[in-house]
């Protein structure tokens, strides 16, 4: 049954009234399991998405020697891995430790950074932001004052084509033509131009100066405090530039309405090596299709709950394709699954109405002009950014909504009726309004 509801803006949360420091970071991590209703939960930060072979194999081990089979993509090019026996701890971090998974344990919820997954791959860009990313985890990790971060916080590594730009982190790096480095503040259009040798320093410094603002505030992240607050935040990061010895030019650079996925299949690059985009349908990896992707060479895991293949001969490639095809992964436009999301839903999630990955596989059509996300709860863990269609359970049905940015105008709700469920989300997909 479907109910008509009167288009109306959703007011977003105001700046400022985000939750506050009243209790600890519960935030899971590798070291700090969480209890889900499947299991134990374990989340792998992976700074840029970035995995060795090594590593990819052991995130594969781990899954199915002490977890559910499969690996869970994050909307931060994070990994989780579920279905874990609460008593698995002590096994679960050697192994990853044994892999370099685990540089620092009072560290591993920190290590939050996002980075254009096509950098240095297809030509674009104004910087390859490969060495910030090994730059930026090294400091992190012996920074005594960064482990007071909470593991929400968001690092972002854009190497000037807008995509992780557009994420909305608390510190986000870009790549700047002239050959310097911009730094945002959080999601403001005032930027803070920067050496790009020193650009990696300058993230830490920020991050560090936060925390002091966060001691006055009770602030989690950046998007918690008011615009006077994130002002007089820019101006203390700027104060602690000199003694650093970190230039700074202050400016302004819009931040991206859209960030936008790479798209699957072949990337253009270089004709020695090839690298193949592929997005994992709800982002779910079983075994088979875990070890077909971790086998070719290195991985970069990404915001979009995809992955990009490097390294690959070019005689490869091609049929790699089609293998990853094959198995279920998206490798073009066409895919059904391109731009469809959900959380985990039910049984996972306690907090959870219903099994919105079953509701968005037996919803699931031809690809439409905008993304859609299939929430549980109000909650809406891992939605994506920009224009998308917002799919929310309620107790009254599933509520549908056509998300621009930070407004939301909601458009229908559906009601034990999986065909005009169906029919109403392709619509809203394919909206020009």
């Known amino acids: 049954m479907l109910a008509a509801m009167s288009a109306s803006p959703l007011t977003p949360r105001s700046p400022g009234t985000a939750c506050t420091r009243s209790s600890g970071d519960a935030c899971p991590g590798a070291l700090r399991l969480h209890r889900a209703d499947d299991g134990a939960l374990a989340r792998i930060r992976i700074p840029g998405g970035v995995l060795t072979p090594r590593q990819a194999a052991a995130l594969g081990q781990a899954a199915e020697r002490l977890g559910d089979g499969e690996l869970h993509l994050t909307s931060r090019g994070n990994v989780q891995v579920r279905g874990l026996a609460e008593d698995c701890g002590a096994e679960l971090a050697g192994l990853l430790s044994r892999a ?12 939050n950074v996002v980075a254009s997954p096509l950098s240095g791959l297809d030509g674009l860009g104004a910087a390859d932001v490969r060495p910030w990313l090994t730059e930026l985890d090294r400091l992190l990790c012996t920074s005594d004052r960064a482990t007071a971060l909470s593991g929400r916080f968001l690092f972002a590594l854009d190497d000037g084509r807008g995509d992780v730009d557009a994420l909305g982190a608390d510190l986000t790096l870009i790549g700047h033509a002239a050959g310097d480095a911009l730094l945002r503040i959080g999601g403001g259009e005032a930027v803070l131009r920067v050496p790009r040798a020193a650009a990696p320093r300058a993230a830490l410094l920020a991050a560090e100066a936060f925390l002091d603002a966060a001691e006055e505030t009770g602030a989690w992240r950046t998007k918690d405090l008011r615009a006077e607050a994130v002002t007089a935040l820019t101006g203390d990061v700027v104060r602690r530039f000199g003694p650093a010895g970190i230039t700074c030019v202050t400016g302004i650079r819009p931040r991206p309405p859209e960030a936008l996925a790479p798209a699957p299949g072949r990337v253009p690059g270089p004709p020695h090596e090839a690298a193949l985009s592929v997005g994992v349908p709800l982002g779910r990896l079983g075994p088979a299709q875990w070890r077909l992707l ?17 390294g690959i001969p070019p005689a490869r490639a091609d049929e790699l394709l089609t293998e990853l095809s094959g198995a279920g992964l998206i490798t073009g436009p066409g895919s059904p699954w391109t731009g469809v999301g959900a959380c985990i839903g039910r049984p996972g999630c306690a907090k959870s109405l ?13 690809a439409g002009r905008l993304p859609v996300y299939w929430s549980g709860c109000e909650r809406r863990c891992g939605h994506p950014h920009g224009e998308w269609i917002d799919v929310v359970v309620t107790p009254g049905g599933h509520r549908i909504s056509h998300v621009r940015g930070d407004r939301s105008t909601e458009a229908a709700t559906v009601r034990d009726d999986p065909a005009a469920l169906a029919a109403a989300v392709a619509a809203a997909r394919d909206t020009h309004t």
């Open 100 to 111: 370099g998974l685990l540089p620092s344990e009072r560290h591993e919820r920190v290590r």
């Open 294 to 310: 971790s086998g070719a060479g290195e991985l970069r895991l990404t915001p979009w709950r995809g992955a990009v293949l490097t």
């Open 354 to 366: 219903a099994d919105v990955r079953a509701d968005a596989g037996a919803a699931v059509g031809p």
